[in-house]
């Protein structure tokens, strides 16, 4: 399922990475950063690509209720998760939706740092890696929304932009 996708563990390399980098060797905050960075960028990657428009209500309904059995977060601690990754959800959003400034890959990365408690004023290997950490999350979620929800089948003949007077 999808979610499942987005609720795989970062890869240890990553997490000691950015432990050692952005979190001053804490190791569980860089892990807990790279999966909410995963997560939001999976219910991002819904809200946009998804075929149906009921995706991302369905997707984000199911990172809820993954967020009260994730074992990795105490009971009395779900509801702390839950506002944390929505902080890290809008700010991802608008990171991505940004069309001046630095590069996308660039203001991910920041944001990445931003939250890890990181240094991200400038345009380092570490933000460039982490701008390029996230790309690959984001396209790891576009490929498994596709296997969970499908493709995209468009007519042929008929340019996507010509769907909507098409259908009326």
Same mark, same amino acid.
Not at 17 to 22: D, G, I, N
């Given at each position: 399922?999808?979610?499942d996708a987005l609720f795989r563990e970062p890869e240890l390399s990553d997490v000691e990475? +950015?432990?050692? %980098?952005?979190t001053r060797n804490d190791v569980d905050h860089a892990r807990w950063e790279l999966r909410y960075a995963r997560r939001a960028l #999976? +219910?991002?990657a819904a809200q946009r690509d998804a075929l149906d428009d009921r995706t991302a209500s369905i997707v984000a309904r199911a990172i809820s209720e993954a967020f009260g059995r994730d074992q990795n977060i105490a009971a009395r601690m779900v /509801? %702390?998760?839950e506002r944390q990754f929505n902080a890290r959800l809008s700010a991802y959003r /608008?990171? +991505?939706a940004a069309k001046a400034g630095a590069p996308t890959a660039i203001r991910m990365g920041q944001t990445l740092f931003a939250f890890a408690g990181g240094s991200f004023n400038k345009q380092d290997a570490n933000i460039v890696r982490a701008g390029e +950490?996230? #790309?690959t999350y984001l396209a790891e979620a576009n490929e498994a929304l596709r296997k969970s929800f499908g493709l995209p089948v468009l007519p042929e003949l008929i340019a996507p932009s010509a769907l909507a007077s098409h259908d009326a």
């Open positions: 399922m999808f979610v990475w +950015l432990s050692q %980098t952005a #999976g +219910l991002i /509801d %702390t998760s /608008d990171g +991505l +950490l996230l #790309g």
